[in-house]
């Protein structure tokens, strides 16, 4: 998914502090850790950035700073720098990245293996420089997910990888067993698997013939076997693609959501905080669909987190459901970021207050009906008002709100001339757009013939002034583009 420039550091504010020669050159950001409190982001040059708390040392900055450090400015990643990363995966004290060309490099904590590394020189231990896992060196690697202390690669030939903690057998390989090194799931070797996803101490696994497999840990539902065991150290086919294709799925804590092909969401697992969006607070341990007016496109969760969105079709605004702040959303609601110094909704605040003696906008009903109220920096809005703003937004943008952290690596773009990234070329670019017809007005101008010397020059001083006048316009328009 993707944030435009002009509303990261709105959507990220520990972005805000970030200087403006970086802000202004981030191609790739990822926000993580347990309190939001770490960075990493990729530059146009493909040069690597961390900074925030380096727990374990999992910011991958070196042995120049101790592993509990926290870290204010950016530090160059350098084993990284140039290698073409395109994703990062976070668990509890560790990160994988992924290359373009598919190899994975490891950093943080390796108490229970979650590197990879070799057990002789990295057991138990800490590594604060990415290190490349070699054994998965011979392997294509298309996708990686993180537990709080397991790690899984996917395959570009669909198969799986699993290493680390397992003691809910989230690794999927028929014990309990921790796995310092990656380990084929064998059972579903032959399914063809396009995509992986972790919880806490779960994973999922999609086929292409749309089958979804879960195995780990139990406790919630999260494994929608129907069954009230603790955990299952094997891959159980949860919904058959034969009769319910499966096109897209997603983690959170411990609860899981699916899209089928035909725009209809389903989730299981836990559901304390409304993160099914079934409208009461009752776990599933089976698969329920989530009733919804229109048909969903992509959905977003995150394995440290209980809130839940979901896109329509119409890519639009997002829903979200589960925890918010300190306060839980039963039901999908439709949401719009909307930004704070705009006068309309300073405007729409004050009617508001008037007309309720509150700040507050209602957002769902407790099991007893009652409302439940929301303080953000953001409104969450059921029912248009002609005050406000229209405003499109995407699931990032509002996780990122919510939650502080993007949950997957997220792309940035620009909202507008994203096609001409340099402002020099851009310039140019205007410049050539408007030469054909400089050019053909020079033509015809020296063709004319005038009676009057002072005629000739009055005309072709006008013609000029017109020509500084609109090139002049249409610079000011490209700048106040770029101004974020």
Known sequence: MTLERRKLRRSIPILNDLDSYLY??????????????CVIFITNNDHVYSYGRNNCGCLGIGNDYDNQDLIVEPQKIHRLCG????????????????????????????????LALPLDD????????????????????IGIACGAFHSLALTKRGIIYGWGFNFWGQLGLGDNHN??????????????IVEIACGQHHSVALSRKGHLFTWGHNAYGQLGIGERINYRNIPTKVIDGNDFIIKQVTCGQNHVLAVSVDGQLLGFGSNYYGQLGTGSRRNE?????????????????????????ARTKKKRNSLVFGKCGDHWLLTPIDTKIIDDNDESINHHRKQQQSSSNSSNSIISLDEN?????LRTNFLLEQ????????????????????????????????????????????????????????????????????DNDDDHMDQTSGHLNQNRKHFSNGMNKLLNHHRI
């Open 24 to 37: 202004q050159d981030i191609k790739r950001v990822f926000v993580f850790g347990r309190n939001s409190d």
């Open 122 to 141: 990295y057991a138990g231990s800490s590594i604060n420089i990415p290190q490349q896992i070699q054994s998965l060196r011979n392997e294509h690697i």
């Open 83 to 114: 290698r073409k990363i395109v994703e990062f995966s976070a668990g509890r004290n560790h990160i994988l990245a992924r290359s373009k060309n598919g190899k994975i490099f490891a950093c943080g904590s390796n108490e229970f293996g979650q």
């Open 179 to 192: 796995r310092f090194a990656p380990t084929i799931l064998r059972q579903l070797q032959h399914e063809n």
């Open 369 to 373: 009906n009652n409302p439940l109220l």
């Open 285 to 309: 341990s089976l698969p329920v669909r989530i009733c919804l007016d229109e048909k969903i496109n992509d959905i977003l969760a995150s394995p440290f987190s209980n809130t839940s969105l």
């Open 383 to 450: 029912q248009k008002s002609p005050t406000m703003k229209k405003n499109k937004s995407n699931s990032h943008e509002i996780f990122a709100n919510i939650n502080q952290s993007t949950a997957h690596t997220t792309k940035v773009v620009r909202s507008n001339y994203h096609h001409h990234q340099n402002l020099f070329w851009q310039i140019l670019y205007l410049m050539k757009s408007k030469l054909p017809k400089i050019k053909q007005h020079s033509t015809t101008t020296t063709t004319k013939t005038f």
